[in-house]
């Protein structure tokens, strides 16, 4: 009897422990609720500014937005300047820290064609919902404050890419802070403001900020979650390249009956270029180009931990199967590409004209993975083109050039930023995961490497830091495209995961 009493002493106290841990969950949760739902208007009032990076004028006015918001929130502020905008450092010191961690916030967008979007403006958040058709109606935003549907979602540029993920952190912060949830580590938030330009000022200010940059450990709130839309962390990006080739012709465009089959065509010479660097799978052919990229059959292994359904990819893609590099999606993503992004040569559509084009020019990006080197890979797509008889100029060919080589065309390159992989196990990788188990009951997806590129090796190399990225946001999002867009209740569960990593201990 003794032992049956005090066993029951011992389930009942077992019991209230659980009771008690749950409780204290539902009231974080509902906190967590309360802050998000009020962000909405933060996040309302950040989308409606403008943000393409190519307006120096519009940045500032992000530049003062951000500095306010976070100065509202106990963090001080510092622009670090490059010579062009600014770089913002927020800083949050805790008492008693040992460790400090770093938080990147990418806060401008893309271009926007505005005739594309069903909208006033993309710069005019619209909370929307689908309808019996399946298409998307605008709704009256205030409805967000009410009980908001998590399947409804707000368009503007830059929800998703970046400034949803940015204001759910102010949203975390504002809940950490009613619940006097000190973090145990400082906080050190840098926000890029020509992100999508390629960041091409961050090496040099990063290498030049580095004392007031110099922190443990490296996590960036950007990007899409796997498509099962389940919470997600990536262990690595891939960096990026682009080359830029334009073939010439005729000095001018001239009429193609009256000269056609004897003036060679730039766009077709291009068109077979472009085609012979590549084989019908989509595997790059050009020698050497996947030299030094293999994966062992443990990290094939790995890959296929990832609840990737192929079916259904190529359903949300449109396709009817993919290219062939690699065994899967996963490992795709494991190999440098040669993208085309873009064509030009003259006029299409309405506009279209009897005209041999002058020059017919190729936009081109290469993603860089671990094993990639920028210059190796660039050397080898100039040779291709060589070995395929052209004479490269640095731009516009000279008359002399014209008389001299039947087949022309310039070649420039840069590279923007190196890949980077951080292991699953690494200090980071442990801390997050444990973050994002307490937030959603269940380990996260891990993906060893995202399919795109953000500019976090300056950081990882320099500072000599891990970085893992907390991806949040839905990912048929439309980034970068018209009508991009966030998922109501991704923008929420964003809240919920980065106060869950600012509670968790280091």
């Known amino acids: 009897m003794k032992l049956s009493a005090q066993l029951f002493l011992f389930l009942g106290v077992m019991l209230s422990t659980l009771t008690s841990v749950a409780q204290k969950k539902k009231n974080q949760d509902d906190l967590i609720q309360k802050h998000a739902i009020e962000s909405f208007k933060d996040l309302y009032a950040l989308l409606s500014i403008p943000n393409d990076a190519h307006y120096p004028k519009d940045i500032e006015k992000n530049i003062k937005w951000c500095e ?19 770089l913002l450092l927020a800083e949050r010191k805790a008492k008693k820290a040992t460790k400090t961690v770093l938080i990147y916030l990418q806060i401008d967008g893309q271009p926007v064609d505005t005739s594309k979007w069903f909208q006033e403006s993309p710069w005019t958040p619209t909370l929307k919902e689908k309808n019996s058709n399946g298409e998307w109606r605008a709704i009256n935003y205030e409805r967000l404050y009410e009980n908001y549907n998590p399947d409804w979602r707000v368009f503007a540029r830059s929800t998703s890419d970046a400034k949803g993920p940015a204001v759910a952190f102010l949203g975390s912060l504002d809940a950490m802070i009613e619940a006097k949830a000190e973090p145990n580590y400082n906080i050190k938030v840098i926000m890029d403001f020509e992100e999508e330009l ?14 007031e940059l110099a922190s443990d450990m490296f996590i960036i709130f950007d990007g899409p979650r796997h498509v099962s839309n389940e919470p997600t962390l990536s262990f690595g990006a891939r960096g990026i390249s682009d080359i830029t080739i334009t073939t010439y012709g005729p000095r001018q465009p001239v009429h193609s009956g009256n000269y056609g089959n004897y003036t060679p065509n730039p766009a077709m010479r291009l068109s077979q270029l472009l085609a012979s660097m590549k084989d019908e799978d989509g595997r ?9 990229t293999t994966l062992t059959d443990a990290e094939k292994e790995t890959l296929k931990l990832v609840p990737d359904n192929e079916e259904e990819i190529n359903k949300f893609l449109g396709i009817a199967e993919p290219d062939k590099i690699g065994d899967n999606f996963q490992e795709s993503l494991q190999y440098p590409t040669l993208n085309i992004r873009g064509l030009d040569a003259l006029y299409v559509g309405e506009n279209s004209r009897t005209l041999i084009p002058a020059q017919a020019t190729a936009e081109i990006d290469i993603r860089l993975v671990p094993t990639s080197d ?15 008889g052209y004479h490269l100029t640095k731009g516009e060919p000279s008359e002399e050039e014209r008389q001299k080589y039947p087949r022309l065309a310039s070649f420039t390159s840069s590279t923007s930023y190196l890949a980077f992989q951080t292991p699953f196990d690494s200090e980071v990788g442990l801390w997050l995961n444990r973050a994002m188990t307490r ?17 976090i090796s300056p950081f990882v190399i320099t500072l000599g830091i891990p970085a893992v990225a907390v991806p949040t946001v839905n990912a048929d999002n439309n980034q970068h495209a018209p009508n991009e867009n966030i998922r109501v209740g991704n923008y929420v569960e964003a809240v919920k995961a980065f106060y869950y990593i600012l509670t968790e201990k280091l």
């Open 68 to 86: 306010n918001a976070f100065t509202k929130r106990g963090f001080t502020t510092s622009r670090l300047e490059t010579p062009t905008v600014p």
């Open 374 to 388: 920028p210059d190796r890979l660039i050397g080898l797509v100039k040779k291709h083109i060589e070995d395929q």
């Open 439 to 455: 937030a959603f009951g269940k380990e996260p997806i891990k993906i060893r490497t995202a399919g795109g590129s953000i500019p």
């Open 284 to 292: 790059v052919i050009i020698p050497g180009y996947y030299d030094g």
């Open 198 to 211: 390629g960041s091409p000022r961050l090496p040099e200010a990063v290498t030049k900020y580095k004392k």
